[in-house]
C-alpha cells in the first residue's frame, strides 16, 4: 500500500476524499481498503462497483462505518505489515 498511494490515479481510484482527510499513513489506506473489499464480499457480489461507491467513515470514537449503509458493522484491525476487515451485514 506504501507504494501504490504515492500514485494520485491509484488514491482517486479507490479512496474517496473524506477517506483521503482522514488517512495519515499506509496502514490507515490499508484498513479502509480491507474494509471495502470485505463489503463487497460481503453482498456477494465481489468488487463489481467502483471502490468509491462506498466510503469508510469513523465516529467520533473512531469505530469505523460504512457511510449511508444501514444494518451493517465494520471492524478493521491491524498488526504489522497487515490489515484485515470484516463486515457484517444483518
Do not use: Q
Amino acid at each position: 500500500m506504501e507504494k501504490s498511494i504515492k500514485n494520485e490515479s491509484f488514491l482517486r481510484r479507490v479512496f474517496t476524499e473524506k477517506e483521503i482527510e482522514y488517512c495519515r499513513k499506509a496502514e490507515n489506506y490499508a484498513g479502509i481498503f480491507a474494509a471495502k473489499e470485505a463489503y463487497f464480499k460481503a453482498i456477494g457480489t465481489g468488487i463489481t462497483a467502483p471502490m468509491t461507491s462506498i466510503e469508510i467513515l469513523h465516529n467520533d470514537r473512531g469505530k469505523p462505518y460504512l457511510n449511508g449503509i444501514l444494518n451493517c458493522d465494520v471492524s478493521v484491525s491491524h498488526d504489522g505489515d497487515y490489515a484485515i476487515a470484516t463486515v457484517i451485514i444483518w
